[in-house]
């Protein structure tokens, strides 16, 4: 088959200190483009012919190409990870598209995902989320006895839903607003379902909010994009999570000093 | 206090403040529309309940200026938060796909910004007794002053003024179609079988909210509700 990419093409000149904006989309035509491939493997296809003809090969995330690893996220026909729910964008095949079909393919656009080059953007700003308080922090030791603390079987899916996030940042690049309140409410989620979270969720729910919040993530106005276009399916419902278990922090809040509460009362 | 303003200034803060103060100001809508349906009981029942209101003196002050300042936190706070969520995205997509969102909650910015210059126009008409002067001299004329019905009737006797009534009451139908259901979301409701029962009566009660409004004005127009005379 064929077909004609719309590519986010980084200038050659753009540096560190202005890559937001430096660039523009540039056509491409490619032939004999199998539809057994990857989406992925297309982008290969057409580095290489780039490479012979001496040009700058498109610069594009990927590790794991089986799905588990999260970086190779890029905006096609602007749906983060392509057309195909529950997807990411190495599992994606070109039979998804018609053929001769225009493709057009952009980087995800966020303001705490400044792009490095092409479709490379950096989500260190996810990393920074998750060191504030996506852990536990008491020292666990060896593995205990499976059963020896009990968790309610909805408790552990509701967990495990949660848990299967890859930090692709497909939520933020989806979401109107920029929010990552999908990814930190799976976070928030993954833990306070389970006995070990639970010790820790005061703490837990305002640091993450905290961290997410100096990065300039947007704010979530509940349009559930990030839902549909999350490549694990992760659903809206951690956002009430974490909604829920930021406000619950809040109220228990207490001033530092216990003296004189009371007043003269 | 630094605790409070913390709180507003933190995304779900935000939200949450969004959340409570659209929740009281739904329930003024509902108490709003319920004092209004007896306009259909006829003059002395609607005046009688004008007078009472008005009776209140200091008390009526205290609600006026109460919902004032739920009405100026949640449209500063929403001016706020889709502020800080433009420059969350300082460069657009080249092409943009929209998934699942709702027309309603696409437009939320742009339906509440049309209530609150719809508010506006509605206390200079009613309140104000500024944009038509000779409705609102109607009011004074009768009923030792209350004379609410023959101010109203009148004024929806004008087609143009109930096509703009009308028309605002869908921009509201929108407004809390998306709102009532959200808020219960960004309150942490996160019950499967609730939240689908409070996603169908967002619906359902944006509906009846905002039919019941226009229902009013179009009845006087259509004589169901008799102009005075
Ligand atoms: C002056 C006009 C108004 C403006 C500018 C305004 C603006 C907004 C904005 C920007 C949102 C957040 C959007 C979102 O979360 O998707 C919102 C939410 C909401 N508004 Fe308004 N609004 C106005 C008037 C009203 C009125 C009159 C009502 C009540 C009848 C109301 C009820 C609500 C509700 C219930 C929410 C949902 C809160 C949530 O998402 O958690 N608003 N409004
Ligand atoms: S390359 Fe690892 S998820 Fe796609």
Redesign the interface.
């Known amino acids: 088959m064929k077909v004609v990419l719309?590519i986010?093409r980084q200038s050659k000149k753009s540096t560190q200190q202005n890559f937001?904006?430096d660039g523009k989309?540039v056509r491409y035509e490619l032939d004999h483009v199998s539809a057994d491939m990857s989406f992925l493997e297309m982008l290969d296809v057409l580095n290489e012919q780039l490479t012979k003809k001496g040009e700058e090969p498109v610069a594009f995330d990927h590790d794991c190409r089986e799905g588990i690893c999260g970086s190779c996220g890029v905006?096609i026909?602007?749906?983060p990870h392509g057309p195909q729910r529950g997807t990411t964008t190495c599992q994606l095949h070109m039979r998804s598209f018609k053929d001769g079909a225009e493709i057009?393919i952009?980087p995800w656009?966020?303001?705490?995902f400044p792009v490095v080059r092409d479709l490379v953007v950096d989500r260190a700003s996810f990393d920074r989320v998750v060191q504030s308080g996506a852990f536990i922090s008491v020292n666990t030791g060896a593995a205990q006895d499976a059963n020896a603390i009990p968790v309610p079987k909805p408790d552990a899916d509701k967990a495990f839903d949660a848990a299967t996030c890859i930090g692709c940042g497909a939520c933020v690049a989806?979401c109107?607003?920029?929010?990552a309140?999908l990814f930190v409410g799976a976070k928030v989620s993954h833990f306070v379902h389970l006995p070990q979270g639970r010790v820790e969720r005061e703490l837990r729910a305002k640091n993450l909010?905290?961290a997410?919040?100096k990065e300039?993530?947007?704010?979530?106005?509940?349009?559930?994009?990030c839902?549909?276009?999350c490549p694990k399916e992760i659903p809206?419902?951690v956002?009430?999570?974490?909604?829920?278990?930021?406000?619950r922090s809040?109220i228990k809040?207490e001033p530092p000093s216990n003296k004189r509460v009371g007043g003269d009362g | 206090m630094t605790w409070l303003f913390q709180f507003w200034r933190s995304s779900i803060g935000g939200k949450v403040i969004m959340a409570i103060t659209g929740f009281l100001l739904f329930g003024f809508v509902i108490a709003h529309l319920l004092g209004n349906l007896q306009l259909l009981s006829g003059p002395d029942k609607i005046n009688a309940y004008a007078k009472m209101l008005h009776d209140l003196g200091p008390l009526l002050w205290v609600a006026r200026i109460g919902l004032l300042a739920i009405f100026v936190l949640h449209v500063a706070t929403g001016i706020r938060l889709s502020r800080a969520n433009k420059a969350a995205r300082p460069v657009p997509y080249a092409r943009e796909a929209t998934l699942q969102a709702t027309f309603a909650s696409r437009s939320m910015v742009l339906t509440g910004l049309s209530l609150l210059a719809f508010i506006v126009y509605h206390l200079l008409h009613f309140t104000l007794g500024v944009t038509n002067p000779e409705h609102y001299a109607r009011k004074a004329a009768g009923a030792g002053g209350h004379d609410v019905y023959a101010m109203v009737t009148t004024s929806f006797s004008n087609p143009a003024i109930v096509a703009a009534y009308v028309v605002f009451q869908v921009v509201l139908f929108f407004h809390l179609k998306h709102g009532i259901q959200s808020l219960a979301q960004t309150l942490g409701l996160s019950h499967r079988r609730f939240m689908a029962m409070i996603q169908k009566l967002s619906f359902l009660l944006a509906a009846v909210l905002a039919g019941g409004n226009a229902i009013l004005a179009l009845s006087v127009l259509f004589g169901i509700v008799k102009a005075a005379q």
């Open positions: 719309h986010w937001a904006q989309m905006m026909d602007g749906q057009y952009e656009r966020a303001a705490a989806a109107k607003n920029a929010s309140m909010v905290a997410m919040d300039g993530f947007g704010n979530c106005t509940n349009q559930y994009e839902e549909a276009a809206v419902r956002i009430a999570d974490m909604n829920r278990e930021y406000l809040k809040e």
